[in-house]
């Protein structure tokens, strides 16, 4: 399988700043896609980013408070906007290796702690 | 949009048992469940997967059966092993879209 990247691993952060997080991934990949893990929770869909267009938002989930960019098929960055408490939670990476087949991999996700 | 329903939330079971989880789907359009197992502290890791053209799949002790006219599928763990205990998701898709997880369930595995 890929080896997916993620950065930070692990952060805390202060009420009222943004941090930017990094996903790599070793191989090309059309489909990626960010999650959020509140403590004790599932896993939650933020967005789907496409190389080459808009992220595409679940509902919940806003462009002001979770910009994405997608500058190419190995890279995407997710940036938690003017963080909270209610911020604190594992943000995953995750790839389609398949290209539409659905086999999805995860980053190491980036564990984030708002103080 | 897809809804997925997991059972039970917590589950204990005896070193050697067998332990069975279960997930219902909304929508007849999913066509590909997989299930993540998550240790405390790491990230989810795929364990195995079932597409809907397969009744049932079976990777040494680990087992998913798929019904999808009743739109549910199932994880089977035989002989259960202290290391199993973690808490599994399971989740569906179809094609070119992201997977939407169950809630998850917390296996213990006692010795």
């Known amino acids: 399988s890929a080896v997916i990247s993620q950065k930070p691993s692990r952060d805390i952060c202060q009420r009222g700043t943004s941090l930017t997080i990094q996903c790599q991934v070793d191989?090309?990949?059309?489909?990626m896609f960010w999650y959020r893990q509140q403590p004790g929770q599932s896993l939650t869909l933020i967005a789907t980013a496409n190389q080459g267009s808009e992220a595409t938002y679940e509902s919940g989930f806003v462009i002001d408070k979770f910009p994405i960019s997608r500058p190419n098929l190995t890279f995407s960055t997710l940036t938690v906007s003017n963080m909270s408490p209610e911020d604190s939670s594992i943000y995953l990476c995750s790839v389609d290796l398949q290209g539409g087949g659905n086999t999805i991999y995860f980053g190491e996700g980036s564990w984030l702690t708002v103080v | 949009g897809e809804n997925v329903e997991q059972h039970p939330s917590t589950l204990s079971v005896q070193e050697g048992d067998s332990a069975v989880i279960k997930c219902t789907y909304s929508?007849?359009?999913?066509?590909?469940f997989p299930w993540y197992k998550q240790e405390l502290g790491k990230r989810p890791q795929l364990i195995i997967d079932?597409?809907?053209?397969?009744g049932e799949k079976k990777d040494q002790r680990i087992a998913v059966t798929l019904n999808k006219t009743a739109k549910h599928f199932s994880l089977h763990i035989t002989e259960t092993q202290p290391e199993d205990s973690a808490v599994y998701f399971c989740?569906?898709?179809?094609?070119?879209?992201?997977?939407?997880f169950g809630k998850g369930t917390t296996l213990s595995v006692s010795s």
């Open positions: 191989s090309q990949v059309t489909m």
């Open positions: 929508d007849s359009a999913s066509n590909y």
């Open positions: 079932i597409r809907s053209n397969v």
């Open positions: 989740a569906a898709s179809k094609a070119g879209t992201a997977l939407i």
